[in-house]
């Protein structure tokens, strides 16, 4: 299907982005990458007036080390994140799950911000993003970054935090250098958006495990944390027979979806199922 008409701006500086975000208000949709967009564009699930491309606004992409963290502009591709050693070093979770993002043409040009904005809960990324506890960087209308935590972005099915005349240019990632990582994926074909995903980064010492970030992929309408199993798990001996009650309950009070691919049953069940797994493969077990 062919997109509705729509006028397009292709500005080249962020206070020009936010000028024409402003100007135009709820009729002005922000393209970055287009993975997520065009498609929707093509199906008419979204009609904008006027498309914002950001491919030309300068300081949007490339990883910066900040000391203590990461920060990782809304523009960089995933490709720039598999390529990236300090990504792989301090928050090894993200990368496992870039790597199970659609195909390397995708990948190129798919971006991280682009993804987080878009809020599939399907999405491979808004697991990770939480479990690395990161914070999103957001400009507004007069150019003032204001930081919103990863726990209070997501607000609702392709909902966030960000504002209608708002952008969001980076994500800020606090080191997790030492951290055991996984991301667990269930589909039934290749790169298919999952079913149900896991995402875990955490820490063990002498065989115990001392912190632990457990996150849910497509169990809600958002990304979700699976808080009561972290603390679970927190002071638990990094083994597949201790952990195997406590990961199991990853998918309580969760409300996945019911659809072709599973029952929200059936997706609790394949909740624990995966964190279990991936709890293992974080803790080196």
Known sequence: MIPAAFDYVAPTSLSEALAALAEHGDDAKIIAGG???????????????????????????????????????????????????AVAEHAGVLVKAITEVADPQIRHRGTLGGALAHADPAGDVGAPVLALDATMVIAGADGTERRVPAAEFFLGLFETAVGPREVLVAVEISKHTGWGSAYEKFVRVSHQWAIVGVAVTARAEAGTITEARVALTNMGATPLRARDVEQALIG??????????????????????????????????????????????????
């Open 35 to 85: 993975q997520s967009l065009l498609p929707v564009l093509r199906m008419r699930l979204n009609a904008p007036e006027v498309l914002v491309d950001l491919a030309k606004v300068p300081g949007l992409a490339g990883i910066t080390d900040a000391g203590d963290r990461l920060r990782i502009g809304a523009m960089t591709t995933y490709q720039q994140l598999l390529d990236d050693p």
């Open 236 to 285: 638990m001996p990094a083994t597949a027979t201790d952990l195997d009650t406590i990961c199991a309950r990853a998918g309580e009070g969760t409300e996945p979806p019911s659809d072709l691919n599973g029952d929200a049953e059936y997706r609790r069940h394949l909740a624990g199922v995966l964190t279990r797994r991936a709890v293992l493969t974080a803790v080196g077990t």
